[in-house]
């Protein structure tokens, strides 16, 4: 069962900006935390920013920080990551993970228990 998903990916110019989301399908218990993934190709997926059920926590990878930003909706269940000034080398799928995580390891998978099927974020030059 399906319980995160992602939507909002899509062909994108450098420069240029996209929102994705992330909507709970189905209550994910026993977490503390959303955040966003990514694997380019040919990559290892890492850890691109997380937010913490109060909404005030968030942090990011060093590689994103001043131009993705990380936010939630409660009333729909929705965690949003804006991302403006994309890079080519932003290029890649982008999941949607929910899970228990100390904020030092927030970036690690294996607290992460629950993933969305991901969404494909192509930037071109």
């Known amino acids: 069962q399906v319980q995160v998903v992602e939507s909002g990916g899509g062909s994108v110019q450098a420069g240029g900006s996209l929102t994705l989301s992330c909507t709970e399908s189905?209550?994910?218990?026993?977490?503390?935390?959303m955040a966003w993934f990514r694997q380019a190709p040919g990559k290892e997926r890492e850890g691109v920013a997380v937010i913490y059920t109060s909404g005030v926590i968030t942090n990011y990878a060093d590689s994103v920080k001043g131009r993705l930003n990380i936010s939630q909706d409660t009333d729909e269940n929705t965690v949003y990551l804006q991302m403006n000034d994309l890079k080519p080398e932003d290029t890649a799928m982008y999941y949607c993970?929910?899970?228990?995580?100390?904020?030092?390891?927030?970036?690690?998978?294996?607290?992460?228990?629950?993933w969305g099927q991901g969404t494909q974020v192509p930037v071109s030059s």
């Open positions: 993970a929910a899970g228990i995580s100390a904020f030092n390891f927030w970036d690690r998978e294996n607290m992460y228990g629950y």
């Open positions: 189905a209550p994910t218990y026993g977490t503390n935390c």
